[in-house]
Each structure stands twice: as structure tokens, then as C-alpha cells.
């Protein structure tokens, strides 16, 4: 009975966005300034880059739902003690590649102004190989953050910037430490209709 009620929300939601006051797709490109936080990482920020596209679908006039795919690529810096802590051999830099879903509401502050909160889904795609060739997973398959930000909006050009906190522990290894993901997004999305 469950499953027949969730379907039914669902096809209603689906038919809602269908008949929705404007829908836009477009891509969008950017890059990501990310940290996990837990001991053996450095306490810094790191670059990576991103890239995907959105779609944009019109509730009302002032609200809106915006599902994104984006191709996210991030670094880690660790300290001096995580090969000490966990056994692995000494790795410097780990790099994740996720592909990033966030469902953002959004909100119309302005003509040119829109505000931005909803989840971000990440899924990673493949994990560092050094520590694969240490024959441990050091990183969940997924992670959930809570997003939220500002995009400028500019005829058919899209500035935005956004914050993600992420919310589940990364930690794959074991559960004595916390490993929690800070990111940072800025980027341009282009509307292509």
C-alpha cells in the first residue's frame, strides 16, 4: 500500500513539473574548493573542478525546482600522520571523482537574484589508486550534503556560488574518526533553452 501511495506522489509530482510554468536546461562549468575535515587531513582547502548540466523547472513566479548532474573532481591533502594512523604507505594527495546530483530549491529574491538550498547527492566514481593497491576502501560509495547558495541570473548566463556541507561520515576505514566534506562552489552555467 506504501509503494502504490509513494507512485502515486510521485506521477503527481512528475505531471506537476510537466505542466510547470517554464522548464530551461542548460550547462554549467565551475570550479570547487573542497576540505575534509578529520585528523589526518590538512585543515586547508583544496581545488578542484566540476562541470554537468541543469535543468530548471518553474513552480510559480517566485519558486522553482533546479536538479543538476554535475562531473565533480576534488583533492585532499592529508597530514603528515595518516599513513602512521590507518597503515597505508604515505600518501600525500588523494583524489575523488563523485557525480554530484543536487535538487535545489530555488527562490526568486530579485529580477536578476535567486537563492538556493536543497541536497546534494555524491556518488563516487573511483577511488585513489594508491590507496586501492593498499587493498582498503578508504571512502564510502556515497555522501549527502545540504547545499545552499546564490545564483545570478543573466538573460541566458548563470553566476552562482554555493556552499555544501557534507553529512555523513566518509570514513571507510574505521569508525574511530569523523571524516566530514566542506566544499565550496563557483561557476558559470550557460541556458540553452
Same mark, same amino acid.
Given at each position: ?53 541543469? $535543468?530548471?523547472?518553474?513552480? =510559480?513566479?517566485?519558486? /522553482?525546482? *533546479?536538479?543538476? !548532474? %554535475? ?37 526568486? $529574491?530579485?529580477?536578476?537574484? =535567486?537563492?538556493?538550498? /536543497?541536497? *546534494?547527492?555524491? !556518488? %563516487? ?69
Amino acid at each position: 500500500m506504501n509503494k502504490i501511495i509513494t507512485l502515486a506522489i510521485c506521477l503527481f509530482c512528475v505531471t506537476k513539473f510537466t505542466v510547470a510554468q517554464s522548464l530551461h536546461f542548460g550547462l554549467k562549468a565551475g570550479t570547487n574548493l573542497q576540505k575534509i575535515d578529520g585528523i589526518p587531513f590538512k585543515d586547508k582547502f583544496t581545488f578542484g573542478y566540476q562541470g554537468g548540466a541543469f $535543468a530548471t523547472i518553474g513552480i =510559480t513566479s517566485k519558486f /522553482g525546482i *533546479q536538479p543538476e !548532474v %554535475l562531473f565533480s573532481s576534488v583533492s585532499a591533502d592529508t597530514a603528515t600522520q595518516f599513513s602512521t594512523v590507518y597503515g597505508f604507505k604515505q600518501v600525500d594527495k588523494i583524489k575523488l571523482n563523485y557525480l554530484d546530483i543536487p535538487v535545489l530549491l530555488n527562490i526568486k $529574491a530579485a529580477t536578476f537574484l =535567486t537563492i538556493q538550498a /536543497g541536497p *546534494q547527492f555524491s !556518488v %563516487l566514481l573511483d577511488k585513489n589508486k594508491s590507496l586501492l593497491k593498499n587493498g582498503e576502501a578508504a571512502f564510502k560509495e556515497s555522501n549527502v550534503g545540504a547545499a545552499a547558495g546564490l545564483q545570478f541570473n543573466f538573460t541566458k548566463i548563470k553566476i552562482y556560488g554555493r556552499y555544501v556541507a557534507g553529512l555523513n561520515n566518509l570514513n571507510d576505514v574505521n569508525n574511530a574518526d569523523k571524516w566530514k566534506s566542506r566544499n565550496i562552489q563557483v561557476g558559470v552555467g550557460f541556458k540553452i533553452f
